[in-house]
Structures are given as C-alpha cells and as structure tokens.
C-alpha cells in the first residue's frame, strides 16, 4: 500500500511532457530562439551542479576485498565516515574491508575512539521497531554498534554502521571484546611508529606472569575460603549468643518479678493486724524470698556461662572481619598478577589532565558485556596544556625484537603523534605497574578530548570529537547509572569498578567542517 502512495503522488509523465511543450512553444514565440538557448544552457548547468554536487555527497561505492594473505586475529577496525568504508587491521596489516552505511545528517555516527563492549548474533534494536540488527558488535551501551545492514551507498543508518549482511556474519566470529574501534571524519591508516615513551615491556616478566598469577590466585582462593568459614562461625555464635541474650533477659525478668513479690510480702506482713493475718504474710513471705533468691542464683548461673559465650562471639566476629581484610587484601594481589596478562589500554586526556587505565577482566555481567578494571586514575603531566594536542591512537600489534611493534593512528588535528607523545609524562610509578608485562594489543590514547559519559565499568573508553556531528549519538538516551560492584569499589575478585563516567568539565572546542588531513604513508 506504501508503494501506491508513493505512485500516487507522482505526476504522470505524458502530461508534464505536452505542459512542457506547451510552455516552450509559448516561450518561443515570446521571446524567440536566443532566449530559449540561453534558458536550455542554464537548465543543463544546473542539472550538472545537482548531479556533481550529489558525486560529491555520496563516495564512489566501495567493494569488499581481503587481503591475499592468511589472516590473523583482528586488532583494530577503522571506519572513514568520508569514504564509507570499514577496513580491518590484523599484526601484520589490513585483512577486510568493506563498504558501510554510517549516520544520516542529524544521526551521525560520532567520531571518535571506541572498543567493542557486547556481541549478539541475532540481535533487534530496542530503539527502532525491533528493527533486526544480525551480528550485532556493541562500541557503546546507548546504541551504537557495528552490525548487518542494507546499504545504500551512501550515510543512511541513525548512527551505528551497517555492513553487509555476508560480511558481518563472517566477521562476527573473527572479533573479541576489546577489539579497537577507530571512527574517523576522514581516510586514516595505521603507520609503522617507535617512541620512548610508548612501553617496552621486560621479557622475563612477561615469561613470569603466568607462574606469578597462580600463587596469588591460591592464596586468595585459600584466603576467601578462610573467610567465608569465619562468617559461618561468626554468624552461628551471633545465633548462639542472641538466644543466650534471650534467655538471660528472661531470667532477669524472673528475678524481678521475685523481688516484687517479696517487698509486697514485706508490705502485707507490716499491715497485719491479727495474729492469724500475720503468720499468713510470714509464709508468704518465706517463699516470695526462697522464690527470689533461686531466681537470682539462677541468673548469676547463666551470666557466668554466657559470658564466655558472649566473648567468643565477638571474638569470633573481630576473626571474620579480619578474615574478610585478609580475603579483600589477597584477591587485590591477585587481581594485579591476572590483569599482567591482560594487554593494557591507557587514556590520555588533556582537557582532565588525567591518566586513566583499563584492563578487561573477562567478567560477566548479567545484563551484558564484561566488566573493566579501573584501578589507576592519576593525574598526567602535559607540557603546554592550553596548547591542543589532537587525538592519537598507539596499538601495539606485535612482539618484537626491541619489545613490542607499534603503529599510530591520528584521527584529529593538533600535534603530530611524536609531538603529541614527547609532551606527555607518565608517572613512574604507573609506568612500573603496567609497562613490565604490556602485551600485543596494548594502547595509548592522547586526546584533547575528556572520556564520554559513556565510559563506565562496562567498557574501555568512550571518546569523541566534539568538533564532529554527534547526531546518532546525542539522540539517544545516555546509558542509566549503575552501581558499583561493592561499597569501595572493590570486587570480590579483587577488581576496581566505576560507576559511569564523569568527566570533568573542559571547554569544548567548536565544531568545525573543515580537517586537516595528514599524509600517513601506510606500513604494508
């Protein structure tokens, strides 16, 4: 039905050609021949302007290609906004690439540095009319994501990036959680890239990790072990002293009743008159007093036993507090050895002037995704802060002889990636921390850009341009706040978790149309 209106509002092609004619003769006479020649020239004028100018909107439409190579795990994905196009990066450089559909004007799809959060293979949005979105790749938890799509040839989706349908199904199984994700304004590729201050990571201790992890995995193992037995015995003397509190409360009670009934035998042998009202009062007094003295002693009996009762429970909860330190303190260590096998992500902002660290734990969490360490937030020293920096991604892809092999990624103007890295100083201490064990797929972000609201304890980082259309992004309703995953902070596996990002407020720098584009000579 659709279709008929689509049909029904278009002009039938007989009559506008006889309208047409009509016109032209009219024209003719009116104005004669030279008039209608100038008004034919202008015409295909125009109709060459629309047509160059809709060239120009819409890029040449991209193939799928793959590398004539065997493949390895994919490391990164860059998509250009400008070209359309997806291409996939493995160690030893491009492996797919694909045409995509990113966001229409007014839903575009943000600019910016994202990793992948989530995978559903048979996904449908919970925005968009259950719209079927197969092999879904999450980069963010209020909806953008790569995933299967038509495509038009041109930027139609409301934010996220279609691929074809085939491709993303191939694709799907290829990819991990942490994948970088690249989104850029423009045509960038990975160059080959060596700097002092990108980590080279000790050869023994990245041998070591493995051996090191399990003893610290035993011992908190062992250490959680011991406390959950000291909270079962702490809460069955808790039981047991609150039923010998009970029971002393009753005995009190008792006695208090018996030394109530002796003073009114006191009161009623005192008021005798008779002889005979006398010796009652005396025999009830008698046994009010026996009754009071054997409720006494039995209270003084149970205090004696409860005591000791008592202080073993208390003993027994100071032991499990101490237990649960312990526990707390064991899979901190732990924690640390596992993430030394885990490869490191490092943001750097300089609108916060911080430094912020992500490892994945590889833990889930029931509503999706795994969850994130984020254990180091340090402030980071950045020669002439006021002074923009650009946006600059450092992968590490591979061992090397000198370490680890790295590539660069600018995808914002400012500094060049070597200018931008000699006016950072990591501090030492978070240098010693993680740079000793950094394996392939470890990162370096420098940004002017502060981390996304996005960022929290279910991602790695959430970075966009603030000089791009963010129109796919804005629109949607920025993801709820979640609870930490303890009341510090700390797990019961020893991780640091967030709540969702917020970042400091920093100028945000005006949108611009125009980029420069580096001439980056690609590495393959």
Known sequence: MRKDWGRAFQPDTALVNRFMTAQSTVATRRWGLPAIVTLAAMAALATLSTDAAARQARPL???????????????????????????????????????????????????????????????????????????????????????????????ASHGCVRMPYDFAEKLFDKTRIGMRVIISPYDVAPVEFSHPALFVPNAEAVAAAPARAETPAREAAQAAKTADEAK????TAAREAASLRASLRKLEWFKHRGDAELAFADKALAAAKTDQAKARAEELKQRAAAKA????????????????????????????????????????????????????????????????????????????????????????????????????????????????????????????AKDALDRITIPQDVLDRIAPTAL????????????????????????????????????????????????????DDGFFFQRNWNPQPATRRPRASQYYQPMQQRWW
């Open 61 to 155: 439409p991209t193939t799928e290609a793959k590398a004539p190579r065997e493949a390895g795990e994919p490391i990164m994905a860059i998509v250009s906004i400008k070209s359309q196009q997806v291409t996939f990066y493995d160690a030893d450089g491009w492996i797919l690439r694909a045409p995509v559909s990113t966001g229409t004007t007014g839903r575009e799809t943000p600019a910016g540095v994202f990793a992948i959060i989530e995978k559903q293979k048979d996904h449908h949005s919970t925005l968009y009319d259950d719209a079927w979105m197969p092999n879904m790749q999450r980069i963010t938890w209020n909806g953008i994501a790569l995933h299967g799509g038509p495509l038009p040839g041109y930027a």
């Open 232 to 235: 079962k015995a702490a809460a």
């Open 293 to 416: 003295v054997e409720a006494g002693a039995q209270l003084d009996r149970a205090k004696a036993d409860a005591k000791s009762k008592l202080d073993a429970a208390a003993a027994a909860k100071d032991a499990a507090k101490a237990a649960d330190t312990e526990k707390a303190a064991a899979a901190k260590v732990a924690s640390e050895a596992k993430l030394a096998l885990e490869p490191v992500s490092v943001y750097i902002s300089r609108a916060t002037q911080k430094l912020y660290v992500r490892r994945n734990t590889h833990k889930p969490w029931p509503d999706g995704g795994e969850m994130f360490d984020a254990t180091i937030e340090v402030p980071v020293t950045i020669r002439n802060p006021d002074k923009p920096i650009g946006t600059h991604v450092f992968t590490a892809m591979a061992h090397s002889d000198a370490g680890l092999r790295w590539t660069a990624v600018t995808i914002d103007n400012g500094d060049g």
């Open 440 to 491: 392939p797929r470890s990162s370096i972000i420098i940004s002017d850009e502060p981390l996304s609201g996005e960022t929290n304890y279910r991602t790695e980082f959430v970075a966009v341009l603030n000089n791009q259309p963010q129109g796919g992004f804005l629109m949607r309703r920025p993801t709820d706040d979640a609870p930490l995953a303890s009341g510090n902070g700390w797990g």
